[in-house]
């Protein structure tokens, strides 16, 4: 059985029609990958599976439960953590309250217990231990996605939604990420991962699905996607002479 | 009940129009209401009664224009209401004035006061305005108690008296109740005509959007301060007419309290109809009379009721009415129309390019969201920016639209600098936006928010309403809507908004074109359709489009030149040919390949 | 009395009078800070808390002390009532209806206290019997002594809520983002009922400390409001610490305005200072500036 089913998914973004029919699954342990173009409607997905957004029609199945009618506090509980889009770490409170904030949904924890579990973000995360007492909003780019993701993690989620880690951050600082993200996977956590990048998330998902305008449009492996011309003209329109490289 | 049809009926029999059947008797009851006293006998308590109500209905009134058309807070009601009834009862008491005299001094004083509240709208609106004018109220409340050299204090001004009209003295109550009368329903119908005028349009979409009013190139600032003195204006009269109809003033007649029931009486009714807010007046002063006994409570029912109205009806009982009547009545069906083609054309003969940027920076504080970029737009071309999201393409856009303030650079259109000009003076020198998540007008009709993009200034078309209507018209027509124009925007699907908003900025008659992402949310057959309407608009007609899109595949088919930006800066330029293949762009949007090792 | 004393002595009931200003204010801005919400019943919530205070020590004649608690559990119980009554059900609409309904909920609070209790002002004990101590040459208030006392204590109280406790800082993620803090797991929607019944409980408090001096009445609510208010704003709309510095500063440059100028007209410098904020630095001192996103 998956973790993580939707079936026949409507979602609306305001009065649009961001996903029509959506099918899809994510099984344990995997990396799944969403790829599209802006508007694809790859950020609705996730919001509607976190419960920020309600799902006009169609099914979610959590580990066999029902989950598209219930809200984000309870989702979490039950063990989906949603990165969002933007990082949107807590600016004023510092990096280490930002972690503890993220095992919010764990009520009954001791202050030591949750103590220890911030110490093995750091582990994870060793850039951000010389930063535990800056504020969020001083935190550049990278640094914020990489709290995003440890705050995400401190709910200790059977499945991690992330969407769009890589957005508006230097190559070198995406690459240490992705190597972040691999990490994750053999902890135990699955993944959905929502980008733009098709790339980078190619280079570490087990599949991929491409969105467009709402709907899927092709599914497969790392390798099928990556040679399919299908998945260029997602992003650049209409077909070209030279197919997407693998590698440098 | 917003009108469409031919544009070559006249404005009257428009009017006409909108007031359903069952309504005329109605209506003439009322006219004949006021002569009712001099035929059966009313008690004087009950004729004050009247002539209250009539009195506050006008202030009330003023409400409906600033907060029910415009959507501005007005907590300061009282006030203007106070110093029209204080220069009426100094004026004749104290200064010897005729109550006339009087009554326009009053008025001058209120609407230089109301005008001066509108002026701070430039800087603060929202909630800061509802502090400024409950400060405004107190203020006043102050002044009147304490000051009291000018204005008697607490003691008030007595003996009042009436006004004489062609050498007669008005004493008879009801002689005075059927000025008062006149006098409010000429202010009904006044602003019963007031939407369907270019201001009252203008007021409207102020209310509904202010920033896609002042993109379409309504000046809002002006707007909302002429809202301010007119019903600052509206406030000084009903002042006036009440001192002289009590013949006793004192300042707990017009504070903050007055202003809230005011409010009150507008909410109820319902704001944005003059018939709502003679209804709620009426309402509010009869109830109490019928509630005598409750009076303590009924206060505290007062607040109560304004929490209650804003949940259950916030548009009030007038709101209720017209609800329950767009659901009886037939709706009216679309009567076929001759419309002129809309002329659009833009000459291009100028070799010089139409829209000019130089090294613009857009800093909010760390944050370089626009970081020193160049183009150049040729006149009659299409020209897209694209970029990976948070590339800062929205915010170029806002910045040439006139909304944000560059930090540095220049920018020119048609060679003037326009850097320092707001979006509405932009507007009015051609230039057309729609954004990225459709800002219309949403409780007006097609066809009122294309009139609104016909407004705009220097539009080259005929002077008159006649004129206005017609080009609103042919621009529906040319994107296919004609038959939607009396319809609400709001019920309209989102596929039509979309070309409602590029109607409107169409009405207009733009040289050049701003378009966010106006593919956002379309399917593949309307996408098609857009296609096909950017092309007709440059080659037929000669319009410059800059546009933001994702969509590759449409920008692919209509774009002559593409602008590539990531982080804020320039990377690639050139036709789509070239730059869809350039391998700095299909990096920036792909991503890096993935390396073996860090 | 020496021009040094006298200063003082000015200073230090101008400091008095700001500090009510300021815990009213504190709890505006709260309630500012995790809904958006401009509450005009703000004031009314001071005025509610000397009403219970008056009816706890005055009327049913309970201890002093016994009575301030008892008066705080009704303030905290109304704040409850406030955010399921007047915030919740308006939560997703715009500014305007939600401003207008917390102004009709002050002309309900105002009315029924005054149907209940009658127009007359009523006079409420001070904490202390003994009028106040001198010390060289200026005189110091008892009741004025334990305002800012009190609000010292609040002020401390409220750091160590926010800085070192969780419920703290889960009340700071939700004002900062409240869907992101929904994403963590944070109820939010408790958060905001905390942040109703800690400001109701402020805005009583400050009731209770001022209504010896001010004499305990309906027309308190407005004045107070007011006040607050004109803080809020020249502090820095949404800034906790600008709401304390702006109370403060409201309330001195009204002490010295009546002490130098002219009493009767002190509240015309509050209304001045406003002013001149309002037109030249909207933000205010520790504001951020006011911007509107396209």
Known sequence: MPLLELRDVDSFYGSVQALKGLTLHVDEHEIVTLLGANGAGKSTTLRTISGLNTAARGEITFKGTRIDRLTPETIVRLGIAHVPEGRRIFPGLTVTENILLGASSRPGLKRSAMMDEVEQMFGIFPDLKRLEGALGWSLSGGQQQMLAVARGLMAQPRLLLLDEPSLGLAPIVVQALFAVIRQIRERGTTILLVEQNANMALSVADRGYVLETGSLTVEGSPKELLGNEDVRAAYLGGRREKPLTTSA | MTPHGGASVSAFARLRSRIPAPVVPVLLALLVLPFVPFVHVLSSYALNIFMQASTFAVAVLGLAVVLGYTGQMNLAQAAFFGIGAYAVGLGTVAWGLSFWTALVVGVIASSAFGCVVGLTTIRLGGRYLAMITIACQQMFDFVMLNWVEFSRGPDGIAGIPRPSLFGHVLADDREYLLLCAVVLYAVIFALWWLPDTRLGRDMKAVRENELAAEVTGVHTLRVKVIAFTL???????????????????????????????????????????????????????????????????????????????????????????????????????????????????????????????????????????????????????????????????????????????????????????????????????????????????????????????????????????????????????????????????????????????????????????????????????????????????????????????????????????????????????????????????????????????? | MNGLSFNIQVLFSGLAVGSIYALVSLGLVLIIRTTNVVNFAQGDFAMLGAYAMLTMFSVLRLPYFLSILLALVVMGIFGIAFNYGVYYPLRNRSYLPVLISTLGAAIFMQNTILALFGPQPAPLAKVFSSQGIEIGGVFLDSQYLVILGVTAAAVAFQYFLFEHTLLGKKLQATSQDKDMARLVGIRTAWMIAITFIYSAMLGGLAGILVGPILFVSTGMAGVIALKAFSSTVIGGFGDVTGAIVGGLLLGVVESFGAAYISVPYKDAFGFLLLFVFLLVRPQGIFGERIAEKA
């Not at chain 2, 008159?464 to 009396?486: H, M, N, P, T, Y």
């Not at chain 2, 379309?522 to 007609?541: D, I, Q, S």
């Open chain 2, 231 to 598: 019903s600052a204006a509206l406030a000084g009269v009903g002042g006036a007419f009440y001192a002289a109809g009590f013949a006793y003033i004192s300042p707990d007649n017009f504070n903050f309290a007055r202003s809230i029931e005011f409010l009150t009486m507008a909410l109820l009714g319902g704001s944005q109809s003059p018939f709502g807010a003679g209804i709620g007046t009426v309402l509010l002063i009869l109830l109490p009379e019928w509630l005598r006994f409750l009076k303590q409570i009924y206060l505290a029912a007062y607040g109560l009721s304004v929490i209650l109205i804003m949940v259950f009806m916030p548009e009030g009982i007038w709101g209720l009415l017209c609800a329950a009547w767009q659901r009886i009545a037939k709706p009216q069906r679309a009567s076929a129309v001759e419309v002129p083609r809309l002329a659009l054309d833009i000459a291009t003969s100028d070799p010089a390019p139409i829209l000019r940027v130089q090294d613009l920076k857009m800093h909010f504080g760390g944050l370089k969201a626009v970081d020193g970029v160049d183009l150049q737009v040729s006149r009659g071309t299409v020209h897209a920016l694209i970029g990976p999201n948070g590339s800062g393409k929205t915010t170029t856009l806002n910045v040439l639209n006139g909304i944000y303030k560059p930090t540095s650079g220049r920018i020119f259109i048609e060679s003037e600098d326009v850097t320092a000009l707001a979006p509405h003076d932009r507007a009015a020198r051609g230039v057309g936006r729609t954004f990225q998540n459709i800002r219309l007008f949403p409780a007006l009709s097609a066809l009122e928010n294309v009139m609104v993009g016909a407004q705009r200034r220097n539009n080259p078309i005929r002077a008159g309403d006649a004129a206005l209507r017609e080009r609103a018209l042919s621009a529906l027509d040319f994107v296919g809507l004609l038959d939607q124009a009396g319809t609400e925007v709001k019920n309209l699907p989102y596929g039509h908004r979309r070309l409602v908003e590029i109607a409107r900025a169409l009405a207009g008659h733009p040289k050049l074109l701003f378009l966010d992402e106006p593919a956002a949310g379309l399917n593949l057959t309307e996408k098609g359709e857009l296609v096909v309407l950017l092309r007709r608009l440059r080659a037929a007609h000669g319009l410059t489009i800059f546009l933001i899109e994702h969509d590759m595949k449409l920008i692919e088919s209509v774009a002559d030149r593409i602008t590539v930006i990531n982080f804020g800066k320039k990377i690639a330029e050139g036709t789509p040919a070239e730059v869809l293949r350039h391998p700095e762009v299909i990096a920036a949007y792909l991503g890096e390949p993935a390396h073996a090792a860090a």
